[in-house]
């Protein structure tokens, strides 16, 4: 098995002291619990802040750094500031919030953002200097979104998984951050990125797609040369650990002192920390409506709400707490009498063997956050459930709710109806809850947590071995194009010497391209061709008058000077577009923003404007109806950037660069540049020892590799200043 490294906000660990004695003791909890194996039994270390430990006296901290060697834990310690402002500041402030729908709790300016990524950067220093190659390098969670990319640098071969343990937004909610391109470019430096659910995986493609203009295709993204995996891992729980606290002797005692004390009234139970996102309040109002509207239950409810505390230091869930106090105060003032309340609300934490208790005792439990990324609570309950009674309530909007499908489901915005399915939760009869309840046991025990740490090891260990081919940057090629006598030059125009506009017609070129043409064209030993996807009578009204190349619709025309006559390439034929125009005219009438764009042998629907997930359903739409009707026809249908592209088979840049060498000296250079697929026609028709840089960072088979038009233009530039 790999070594594995294991990074994390928090390390599986509390550091108690008692008098004289410090100790290293193992916290419980499902992450901590199903990476605890894999942890030891491939001698790996696992990395994380360990906690505040300012007050701890040196012998004290040193103890407790031999235990944490001992135990193959790398603290990284955190100063106050970076804690109040990168974990508590922009994690907790921003990015909770904000993947968890509420805009409103995010604050107006971000300014903990600087501090945060410092803290990233801390964790991936650290990181990469524990590395040895082979590892297996697995992050987590929403603190150290920007880590992958940052390993990535730092260590080009390692295999990196990411888990974001949240929910990721839909990418209209994701879409107003400030820093969004910055987190997603950081995540892209995983190997393998998994979330709790598809819809989570579904947000994040669209958030690629609008942001980056990346398309998944199924469940791979091309980044930077590389392939990135995403997938849906749901999280687990110990499940066999709960169920048999629930069989303890102790236990079964205090569930029996719980159901004497309630006795003659049905238990409602709630477990949760007291975090905005858990739906308590809402929670409390369903129990209210349905002792206001149903008064057979008055006197016959107990509902326990258990809230754990939860992030005392921010203001926010201080005023949460007093809306909770404020309701469960009301509800027992309107509905409670001297011997009963029936809110019984409980502001404290729990071991696992009373939080067994409470699930075991409890008639139906309530599980309904506003949104969550899974919610394990929901899973515990069943585990703890050997007796195959009880019933869940679950949010829909719970990652949970994709599994755990015998729960009832209830919207939690929904007071009125989640009051219904809690009466119908006490009004079901044994035989169903027992048949629901063996489902949900089932389920929650086969894909438990070690099934999910399996899975998603498996899957990132099981990608093909990761390798960096040897490409390299523009300022290597610098160096190549210096040193050479002749050149020849072969630009690609949209994507290469200008970015893309939302219409054709608003990319043309700028006073400062025409100039570095201009001065390339005028570099002694220096020939300069654009070959482009545009048509002969734009290429000519811009580049007209310089003296270089011009070759239009990918190669289908060409002329070699100014004067010369454009001449088109042999035995094309345009006989096809009477019967494609109808089709992109068809997209172009039900996708508003979209429009077709004839050329003489050529048709392309662009969707530039179009919102991006839409266009791209709509565009594997219309490739798809495309190569349907022309399967048998000598038609390519060529995907772009933004575009669907229908051309004449055999058309292609790489025809080019045969006309092109034909005439050039002995011992010229032959340099093409380009960004996207057509240009791969031309690097691939390369002659030996052609040079040839991609910009951009889709895949290629260019040697060299660029960012995009300016680092394009800088490169030129850097040549004819020489």
Same mark, same amino acid.
């Given at each position: 098995?790999?070594?594995?490294?294991?990074? =994390?906000?928090?390390?599986?660990?509390?550091?108690?002291?008692?008098?004289? =004695?410090?100790?290293?003791?193992?916290?419980?909890?499902?992450?901590?619990?199903?990476?605890?194996?894999?942890?030891?039994?491939?001698? !790996?270390?696992?990395?994380?802040?360990?906690?505040?430990?300012?007050?701890?006296?040196?012998?004290?901290?040193?103890?407790?750094?031999?235990?944490?060697?001992?135990?193959?834990?790398?603290?990284?310690?955190?100063?106050?500031?970076?804690?109040?402002?990168?974990?508590? !500041?922009?994690?907790?402030?921003?990015?909770?919030?904000?993947?968890?729908?509420?805009?409103?709790?995010?604050?107006?300016?971000?300014?903990?953002?600087?501090?945060?990524?410092?803290?990233?950067?801390?964790?991936?220093?650290?990181?990469?200097?524990?590395?040895?190659?082979?590892?297996?390098?697995?992050?987590?969670?929403?603190?150290?979104? #920007?880590?992958? !990319?940052?390993?990535?640098?730092?260590?080009?071969?390692?295999?990196?998984?990411?888990?974001?343990?949240?929910?990721?937004? *839909?990418?209209?909610?994701?879409?107003?951050?400030?820093?969004?391109?910055?987190?997603?470019?950081?995540?892209?430096?995983?190997?393998?990125?998994?979330?709790?659910?598809?819809?989570?995986?579904?947000?994040? =493609?669209?958030?690629? #797609?609008?942001?980056?203009?990346?398309?998944? /295709?199924?469940?791979?993204?091309?980044?930077?040369?590389?392939?990135?995996?995403?997938?849906?891992?749901?999280?687990?729980?110990?499940?066999?650990?709960?169920?048999?606290?629930?069989?303890?002797? &102790?236990?079964?005692?205090?569930?029996?002192?719980?159901?004497?004390? @309630?006795?003659?009234?049905?238990?409602?139970?709630?477990?949760?920390?007291?975090?905005?996102?858990?739906?308590?309040?809402?929670?409390?109002?369903?129990?209210?409506?349905?002792?206001?509207?149903?008064?057979?239950?008055?006197?016959?409810?107990?509902?326990?709400?258990?809230?754990?505390?939860?992030?005392?230091?921010?203001?926010?869930?201080?005023?949460?707490?007093?809306?909770?106090?404020?309701?469960?105060?009301?509800?027992?003032?309107?509905?409670?009498?001297?011997?009963?309340?029936?809110?019984?609300?409980?502001?404290?934490?729990?071991?696992?063997?009373?939080?067994?208790?409470?699930?075991?005792?409890?008639?139906?439990?309530?599980?309904?956050?506003?949104? /969550?990324?899974?919610?394990?609570?929901?899973?515990?309950?069943?585990?703890?459930?050997?007796?195959?009674?009880?019933?869940?309530? #679950?949010?829909?909007?719970?990652?949970?709710?994709?599994?755990?499908?015998?729960?009832? +489901?209830?919207?939690?915005? /929904?007071?009125?109806?989640?009051?219904?399915?809690?009466?119908? @939760?006490?009004?079901?009869?044994?035989?169903?809850?027992?048949?629901?309840?063996?489902?949900?046991?089932?389920?929650?025990?086969?894909?438990?947590?070690?099934?999910?740490?399996?899975?998603?090891?498996?899957?990132?260990?099981?990608?093909?071995?990761?390798?960096?081919?040897?490409?390299?940057?523009?300022?290597?090629?610098l160096e190549v194009l210096k040193s050479a006598e002749r050149?020849?030059?072969?630009?690609?125009?949209?994507?290469?010497?200008? !970015?893309?506009?939302?219409?054709?017609?608003?990319?043309?070129?700028?006073?400062?391209?025409?100039?570095?043409?201009?001065?390339?064209?005028?570099?002694?030993?220096?020939?300069?061709?654009?070959?482009?996807?545009?048509?002969?009578?734009?290429?000519?009204?811009?580049?007209?008058?310089?003296?270089?190349?011009?070759?239009?619709?990918?190669?289908?025309?060409?002329?070699?000077?100014?004067?010369?006559?454009?001449?088109?390439?042999?035995?094309?034929?345009?006989?096809?577009?009477? @019967?494609?125009?109808?089709?992109?005219?068809?997209? @172009?009438?039900?996708?508003?923003?979209?429009?077709?764009?004839?050329?003489?042998?050529?048709?392309?629907?662009?969707?530039?404007?179009?919102?991006?997930?839409?266009?791209?359903?709509? *565009?594997?739409?219309?490739?798809?109806?495309?190569?349907?009707?022309?399967?048998?026809?000598?038609?390519?249908?060529?995907?772009?950037?933004?575009?669907?592209?229908?051309?004449?088979?055999?058309?292609?840049?790489?025809?080019?660069?045969?006309?092109?060498?034909?005439?050039?000296?002995?011992? +010229?250079?032959?340099?093409?540049?380009?960004? /996207?697929?057509?240009?791969?026609?031309?690097?691939?028709?390369?002659?030996?020892?052609?040079?040839?840089?991609?910009?951009?960072?889709?895949?290629?088979?260019?040697?060299?590799?660029? &960012?995009?038009?300016e680092e394009v233009r800088k490169l030129l530039a850097a040549?004819?200043?020489?």
């Open positions: 098995m790999p070594r594995l490294l294991l990074v =994390s906000n928090r390390l599986p660990v509390t550091v108690k002291v008692e008098k004289d =004695s410090v100790a290293v003791v193992r916290s419980a909890g499902g992450l901590a619990t199903g990476l605890r194996r894999p942890h030891e039994r491939s001698g !790996g270390q696992w990395i994380g802040w360990p906690g505040d430990m300012s007050r701890l006296s040196e012998s004290q901290r040193t103890r407790v750094e031999e235990q944490f060697a001992e135990q193959r834990y790398v603290p990284i310690h955190l100063t106050a500031s970076e804690v109040s402002r990168y974990y508590e !500041g922009y994690s907790n402030r921003v990015l909770w919030p904000l993947c968890h729908y509420m805009l409103d709790r995010i604050p107006r300016q971000d300014r903990d953002w600087e501090v945060y990524r410092k803290v990233n950067e801390r964790f991936a220093d650290l990181t990469a200097k524990q590395y040895q190659p082979g590892d297996t390098i697995w992050v987590h969670d929403y603190q150290l979104m #920007l880590v992958p !990319g940052m390993l990535r640098e730092r260590l080009p071969e390692a295999r990196i998984g990411y888990f974001h343990h949240i929910p990721f937004p *839909s990418s209209e909610i994701f879409r107003t951050l400030p820093r969004r391109e910055a987190l997603l470019k950081g995540l892209l430096g995983a190997d393998l990125i998994g979330f709790h659910t598809v819809s989570y995986v579904r947000h994040f =493609s669209g958030s690629l #797609l609008r942001q980056l203009s990346l398309d998944t /295709d199924v469940d791979s993204i091309m980044w930077q040369g590389r392939q990135v995996r995403v997938g849906a891992f749901p999280m687990g729980i110990d499940s066999d650990s709960f169920d048999s606290l629930a069989k303890e002797v &102790s236990v079964l005692e205090e569930v029996a002192s719980l159901r004497r004390t @309630a006795e003659g009234q049905r238990i409602l139970l709630g477990i949760d920390r007291l975090d905005y996102t858990k739906g308590i309040p809402r929670r409390l109002l369903a129990v209210q409506r349905l002792l206001e509207r149903e008064p057979a239950w008055r006197g016959r409810l107990r509902f326990i709400q258990v809230a754990v505390p939860s992030r005392t230091q921010v203001e926010a869930y201080a005023t949460y707490r007093e809306q909770v106090n404020e309701l469960v105060g009301r509800i027992n003032g309107q509905y409670g009498s001297v011997q009963n309340v029936p809110v019984h609300y409980l502001y404290r934490s729990f071991n696992e063997k009373q939080l067994a208790g409470l699930y075991r005792a409890a008639d139906v439990m309530l599980v309904t956050p506003v949104r /969550d990324g899974m919610n394990l609570v929901a899973k515990e309950f069943c585990a703890s459930r050997p007796d195959e009674d009880g019933v869940l309530v #679950l949010s829909e909007l719970a990652g949970a709710a994709d599994e755990l499908n015998k729960a009832l +489901t209830v919207n939690p915005y /929904d007071v009125e109806s989640t009051a219904d399915a809690i009466e119908q @939760a006490l009004e079901m009869g044994e035989h169903e809850r027992r048949e629901r309840m063996r489902a949900l046991r089932a389920q929650v025990k086969a894909h438990d947590v070690h099934w999910w740490v399996s899975h998603f090891l498996g899957r990132l260990q099981g990608l093909p071995s990761v390798s960096v081919r040897d490409v390299k940057g523009g300022d290597e090629a050149l020849s030059l072969m630009l690609d125009y949209d994507g290469t010497l200008v !970015g893309f506009a939302p219409r054709p017609e608003l990319a043309a070129p700028d006073d400062a391209l025409r100039e570095l043409l201009a001065k390339l064209v005028a570099r002694p030993n220096t020939t300069v061709s654009v070959v482009s996807g545009r048509p002969k009578e734009t290429l000519e009204a811009w580049f007209g008058t310089l003296p270089m190349g011009l070759h239009a619709e990918h190669g289908l025309w060409s002329r070699s000077r100014p004067g010369d006559a454009w001449r088109m390439l042999d035995g094309v034929t345009a006989e096809w577009k009477d @019967a494609a125009r109808p089709m992109l005219d068809e997209f @172009a009438a039900r996708v508003p923003g979209s429009f077709v764009e004839e050329k003489s042998a050529s048709l392309a629907w662009h969707y530039r404007q179009v919102d991006p997930e839409f266009g791209a359903l709509q *565009s594997r739409e219309l490739r798809l109806k495309l190569a349907e009707t022309f399967a048998r026809r000598p038609v390519d249908i060529l995907p772009g950037d933004k575009v669907v592209e229908v051309r004449p088979h055999g058309v292609n840049k790489g025809r080019v660069v045969d006309a092109v060498t034909r005439q050039l000296s002995p011992g +010229t250079l032959v340099v093409a540049v380009g960004d /996207d697929r057509t240009d791969e026609d031309m690097f691939a028709a390369m002659p030996e020892g052609g040079l040839t840089i991609h910009a951009g960072n889709k895949p290629s088979r260019a040697t060299y590799r660029v &960012s995009g038009p040549l004819v200043e020489t």
